[in-house]
C-alpha cells in the first residue's frame, strides 16, 4: 500500500507530460500487485513470491525502456528477499 501512495504522492505533480502519467500508472500497478503478492504469501502461497517478483521487474523495466536510470524499489527489494527466504514454507 505505501508503493501506491508513494507513486501517488510524487506522480500526481508530474501527470502534466506523458511520461508522468506512464509512470503513475506503472508504479500504480505494481502497488497492485505487490498487495496482491502480500495476501498470496500470507496465504502462503508461492505464486505470491513470484508476484512479487514481478511487482518488483515491472517499474524497473519500464524505466529502463524510457532510457531513465532504473533505481528500482528498496523495499519491495527487502520484501522479495525475506519472501524468498520463506519458500520451503509456501505451498
Known amino acids: 500500500m505505501l508503493t501506491v501512495l508513494v ?18 500508472a506503472v508504479n500504480g500497478l505494481a502497488g497492485v500487485i505487490a498487495c496482491s503478492a502480500g495476501i498470496q504469501i ?5 505464486i ?5 517478483v514481478l511487482a518488483w521487474a515491472v517499474p ?12 528500482g524499489s528498496l523495499q519491495l527489494f527487502v520484501a522479495l528477499l525475506l519472501a524468498g527466504a520463506n519458500w520451503k514454507h509456501l505451498r
Open 48 to 52: 505470491g513470491v513470484l508476484l512479487m
Open 60 to 71: 524497473t523495466t519500464v524505466a529502463l525502456l524510457q532510457h531513465l536510470p532504473a533505481t
Open 42 to 46: 500470507r496465504r502462503q502461497r508461492k
Open 7 to 24: 507513486s501517488l504522492a510524487i506522480g500526481i505533480p508530474a501527470i502534466s507530460s506523458g511520461a508522468g502519467l506512464l509512470f503513475v
